[in-house]
């Protein structure tokens, strides 16, 4: 049976996405902000899909002592570790520091996913073939970073950092990629689709599609055979796509990676 971790799982994309993956007959941890809610989710989706297994997991990902605690709990359910979706999102109307300093948007988005990868790598490296996916979004193609700045201190807009979080996603997958080259993991980064979740109704007001077409490149790049193999690329709608030149800039990727590091250095 094979395992996913689907961080965000609790409602929107990510619920739909461990829907579908426990229907294909996987274990999926469904991961949520606490306790509670991951329990009663997975409790619920065991009852819904029938000789299901879904198995709850918890960590509030703007708190980076939690994240790696959340890893401790996944590395505990599964030594195996077949896929690792980084689904889990959030959009700031505010700037706001957290508890570690880092701003909430970046902290959520970019700084958790780096962390908690980090920490699985010995899990999904148990594996034939280890499949790392994190959610972006085609926001990532009007965002910029300053790797000095990620905090916005000088500068705070909320769709701006958004856009920077989904810019520093692909970057991420970017530089895992090349990291992870001659190893049995592989790492892609995805465009959901405009996709009727509270994020973007908190964030834009606007209609969008529904959650099973938002969860359909993630299972795809989870499940598919034909993307055994493919790392350090961009999709949207189950196909690959060119993301934005600052994703593609190899320089500016190797120095985020770099700052990521020193900022959770502590928790690594």
Same mark, same amino acid.
């Given at each position: 049976?094979?395992?996913? $971790? ?22 999926? #941890? ?30 509030? $990902? ?7 605690? $959340? ?44 962390? #908690? ?143 990521? +590091?020193? +900022? ?5």
């Amino acid at each position: 049976m094979k395992i996913a $971790l689907i961080t965000g799982a609790t409602d929107g994309i990510g619920l739909e996405t461990a829907r579908q993956l426990l229907r294909r007959g996987w274990h999926v #941890l469904i991961h949520g902000r606490n306790e509670d809610k991951a329990a009663r989710i997975a409790a619920a989706l065991g009852r819904e899909i029938e000789g299901s297994e879904a198995t709850a997991v918890w960590g509030d $990902l703007s708190d980076m002592a939690q994240v790696a605690e $959340l890893s401790r709990q996944v590395a505990a359910q599964a030594p195996l570790l077949d896929v690792v979706i980084n689904n889990a999102g959030v959009y700031e109307r505010h700037r706001r520091l957290t508890v570690d300093g880092l701003e909430a948007t970046m902290a959520v988005n970019h700084f958790a996913p780096f962390l #908690l990868t980090r920490r699985l790598l010995p899990q999904l490296g148990a594996r034939a073939a280890g499949r790392i996916i994190t959610v972006s979004s085609i926001a990532h193609q009007s965002g910029s970073l300053d790797v000095n700045d990620l905090t916005f201190a000088r500068r705070y807009d909320a769709y701006a950092a958004y856009a920077a979080s989904k810019l520093a996603n692909v970057l991420f997958t970017v530089e895992l990629a090349k990291r992870l080259a001659g190893t049995h993991i592989t790492a892609n980064a995805l465009h959901p689709g405009v996709i009727g979740t509270k994020l973007l109704h908190a964030a834009f007001a606007v209609a969008g599609a529904s959650v099973e077409t938002g969860a359909r490149t993630s299972v795809y790049l989870a499940a598919s055979a034909k993307v055994l193999g493919v790392s350090g690329k961009y999709f949207d709608d189950c196909r690959e796509a060119r993301p934005s030149a600052l994703a593609r800039d190899a320089e500016l990727a190797g120095r985020l990676w770099a700052a990521s +590091e020193r +900022e959770l250095a502590r928790f690594m």
